[in-house]
């Protein structure tokens, strides 16, 4: 079943995915709470990545300010709990419409006037930081001085209202990554999946098949919007604060995209890998900045990390890995 979920042909595959859920699902219970805080937010991240991927990934779309869409969706749910006291899993809902909305002003603006490349990542960044200088200004959610969600629970796990312990903020992360990597697979099976994939490669070919282009990518960006918004929603009753300068900060945009990027741009994997390996790197490197006071470590390594995997590895650790435990190899090949 979960090889024929994620694609991937024959035995190895299936005991490697087996054992590796095996080993998430115990996890909380053979670690401390500080390992199972990184392990959260790798799966956070994991999640995140998965849902930028679809943009990138599959259709390839460069968005370098997908933060505005975790902020959105963290202060829209935030924001309806602390007035109005709508629980989360209502609130996700605007929070995720609003955050396709916005998603879908960019890609009209960007397919309609034929923005691509790089001056569509542009186009991004411009949105991100005018959503950033509205919520500075926007005193209704705390402005510059963010907005805090009462923490009133910790000892009862609440789905409802997202209250309570780490174990459950942990598992709920698991579910929403497994979630967005049976989405990615399912859609990659589908037509849209294919439709993506041309554009992906030669746009114009595409095209000349009879492939709407417009209605395809803006279907990739709404639904990358949406789904990265949900992220918002989790890190909002999560971290319970929100600062503008902190969610909508580019450097939130980039710590998400690296995911995909070092484990494997486009692959199902890749992203659940790449948030593996930067998030617990991101902890020790945080830790010896404030040791030895190595101010910028964290940003050298990342560079570091993104040169080397460009350089040495172009597709990503996925596929490496992959081909070196025969993970890619068709069933029945002998080997």
Not at 106 to 126: D, E, H, N, P
Not at 197 to 225: C, H, N, T, W, Y
Request: charged fraction near 10%.
């Amino acid at each position: 079943m979960i090889g024929r979920l994620l694609g991937e042909a024959g035995t190895r595959a299936r005991i490697a995915l087996g054992l590796a859920a095996l080993v998430l699902l115990a996890a909380p219970a053979m670690v401390d709470d500080y390992l199972l805080t990184v392990l959260t937010q790798s799966l956070f991240f994991a999640y995140l990545g998965q849902s930028w991927n679809v943009m990138m990934g599959f259709a390839g779309l460069l968005s370098l300010g997908h933060a505005m869409f975790v902020g959105l969706g963290a202060y829209v749910a935030g924001a309806l709990f602390v007035h109005f006291g709508l629980p989360p899993v209502i609130g996700l809902f605007p929070a995720m419409a609003l955050a396709a909305l916005v998603g879908a002003a960019i890609g009209f603006l960007g397919f309609r006037f034929s923005i691509q490349g790089v001056y569509f990542a542009l186009l991004t960044i411009a949105f991100a930081e005018f959503i950033r200088i509205l919520f500075d200004h926007f005193t209704w959610v705390g402005g510059s001085s963010g907005l805090f969600i009462p923490v009133d629970n910790r000892t009862v796990n609440d789905l409802v209202h997202l209250r309570g312990t780490p174990e459950m903020f942990y598992y709920l992360a698991l579910g929403l990554s497994v979630a967005a990597l049976a989405l990615s697979r399912l859609l990659l099976a589908g037509r849209l999946g294919h439709r993506w994939l041309a554009i992906r490669e030669d746009q114009e070919a595409a095209q000349a098949l009879g492939i709407d282009v417009f209605r395809a990518k803006m279907a990739a960006v709404v639904l990358s919007a949406a789904m990265t918004s949900l992220g918002g929603v989790f890190y909002a009753f999560y971290f319970n604060n929100m600062f503008p300068e902190q969610i909508f900060n580019i450097n939130l945009s980039i710590e998400l995209l690296l995911g995909p990027i070092i484990g494997g741009l486009g692959t199902l994997i890749g992203p659940i890998l790449g948030a593996f390996v930067l998030t617990p790197l991101s902890e020790l490197l945080s830790a010896l900045t404030e040791r030895h006071a190595l101010i910028g470590i964290k940003h050298f390594v990342y560079g570091l990390c993104v040169v080397l995997i460009v350089v040495f590895l172009p597709g990503g650790l996925w596929p490496w890995i992959a081909r070196r435990l025969g993970l890619d190899r068709p069933p029945g090949d002998g080997t």
